[in-house]
């Protein structure tokens, strides 16, 4: 699957990676990573391509996909399991380290109001205490959506170490489910940050809600009007990554 869908993050799009080298640094285990979500699928795919690749030496970088042969096995992500019962890949994912929950307010479509099952919650426990789990604690791939209290309930309960991740770009390259690449030349981008600093034991859940909401941006602040001048120069470092990318594409060829 790595082989198969690496051109998706180097070729027909562009990934641009920073902070990767604290990867390498992170114990085996009991690690939490928390992100914005845009697709179904293709966000945990680029995860597992970059893990992979920084922990094989490369930083900031999956080119060469030489990484793939010696891969990090005990990774997992926390999916809808309604969202992994059709179609081939979300079968290849959940076999190959998902862990299905039930989400509690949205099912088939609609709105529900459920209580959250224990088992789903000592299935993430599991998880992390075997390995890496990734988790998108807003539940859905819509910006600006509460943090759900699950995640915070989980960081107290297992304290593990908390690793941000912002994603960009993923909506506008791929379809809803990050299965059909939509557009290319996008430029996609992935920010790892430094572990969030968490009183596991004296800490509220809604300080560790607004500490994730803050680190992986998507606290309602972020909503505020961006200036013209902002904008300007935002578009101008994109234009910078995108001809550096294409320039380290050009070496590599």
């Known amino acids: 699957m790595g082989a198969m869908t690496h051109r998706r993050y180097r070729g027909f799009n562009d990934l641009q990676i920073e902070g990767s080298s604290i990867l390498k640094d992170l114990p085996d285990r ?7 979500h845009q697709t179904y699928f293709a966000d945990v795919v680029a995860m597992y391509h970059v ?10 970088s999956i080119k060469n996909v030489g990484y793939l042969w010696n891969p990090k096995l005990n990774i997992y992500y926390v999916a809808a399991a309604e969202t ?12 190959a380290g998902s862990i299905s929950i039930d989400r509690t307010w949205r099912a088939d479509g609609q709105n529900v109001n459920r209580q959250v099952k224990m088992s789903d919650i000592s299935d993430i426990g599991k998880a992390l205490d075997d390995g890496w789990v990734i988790t998108f604690p807003q539940g859905t791939t819509k910006p600006w959506k509460p ?21 960009d770009g993923f909506r506008r390259s791929f379809d809803k489910k990050g299965i059909r690449i939509k557009k290319r030349n996008i430029l996609q981008s992935m920010v790892i940050k430094e572990p969030l600093d968490i009183d596991y034991d004296n ?3 809604e300080s560790i809600i607004e500490k994730i909401e803050y680190a992986i941006e998507q606290h309602p602040s972020f909503l505020k009007v961006i200036p013209e001048s902002e904008i300007i120069a935002h578009e101008s470092l994109n234009e910078q990554r995108r001809y550096s990318a294409k320039t380290n594409n050009d070496k590599d060829l």
Request: glycine fraction near 6%.
């Open 30 to 36: 009991n690690v939490l990573f928390v992100s914005n």
């Open 51 to 60: 893990f992979n690749a920084s922990l094989s030496g490369r930083e900031d």
């Open 147 to 167: 943090i759900r209290k699950g995640t915070a309930f989980i960081i107290k309960k297992y304290k593990p170490i908390v690793i941000p991740i912002v994603i």
């Open 84 to 95: 992994m019962k059709k179609g081939f890949l979300p079968k290849v994912l959940a076999y």
């Open 203 to 205: 800490e509220e859940v």
